[in-house]
């Protein structure tokens, strides 16, 4: 099965920070990775496929880069409403993974 | 509208059976491919089962593969997880999830989840 480990698990940022998550795969899945965010509550909300495709309408501030095995998440500024948990998920192979979450919180 | 809504969760012991329902509307059933995704309390997120479209390409995650069973029915619009030999580890949410295409793809609809608790 692939893995997928994201870092860091948790960091403190402010408003207007540049914050970037990285999500690494134990082996290359090309670019069949997706971004989601998740409030607390709430279902995850999709944000980036394939690794540097934002979705239709998605906030330009979120941006996602990388191929193979290593990936980042950046969000350029961070507004008030970016405060969640990120996780990363392969679609490369069955079975499907997601990567263990990066909780992002006010600082 | 897209609408998936769970039902059949609840609160069951260790190594009984439960058997989880998503009814789907507001898009043609068949044209997509579709996933459970549980989450524990406070837990991160974790894929569970993925069907495609005419019930081919079937995955399971290598913690239920062997218990559960993922199944459709396109003339009922209707998603289902069998779970069997139930542990006190999946206890979770379980989602039921949209895909974006008839074999799979990134998720993009969520039902509301439905909570099991595999407790004696």
């Known amino acids: 099965d692939i893995q997928l480990t994201q870092s860091p698990s948790f960091l403190s940022a402010s408003v207007g920070d540049r914050v970037t998550i990285t999500c690494r795969a134990s082996q290359g899945i090309n670019s069949y990775l997706a971004w989601y965010q998740q409030k607390p509550g709430k279902a995850p909300k999709f944000l980036i496929y394939p690794a540097s495709t934002l979705q239709s309408g998605g906030p330009s501030r979120f941006s996602g880069s990388g191929s193979g095995t290593e990936f980042t998440l950046t969000i350029s500024s961070l507004q008030p409403e970016d405060f969640a948990t990120y996780y990363c998920?392969?679609?490369?192979?069955?079975?499907?993974?997601f990567g263990g979450g990066t909780k992002v919180e006010i600082k | 509208e897209v609408l998936l809504v769970e039902s059949g969760g609840g609160l069951v012991q260790p190594g009984r059976s439960l058997r989880l329902s998503c009814a789907a509307s507001?898009?043609?059933?068949?044209?997509?491919?579709m996933h459970w995704v549980r989450q524990a309390p406070g837990k991160g997120l974790e894929w569970v089962s993925g069907i495609g479209w005419n019930s081919d390409a079937i995955g399971y995650a290598a913690s239920v593969k062997g218990r559960f069973t993922i199944s459709r029915d396109n003339a009922k619009n209707s998603l289902y997880l069998q779970m069997n030999s139930l542990r006190p580890e999946d206890t979770a949410f379980y989602y039921c999830?949209?895909?974006?295409?008839?074999?799979?793809?990134?998720?993009?609809?969520w039902g509301q989840g439905a909570l099991v608790t595999v407790s004696s």
């Open positions: 999830a949209r895909t974006t295409g008839k074999t799979g793809g990134y998720t993009d609809s």
């Open positions: 998920q392969q679609l490369s192979t069955y079975p499907l993974t």
């Open positions: 507001g898009f043609t059933f068949d044209d997509y491919a």
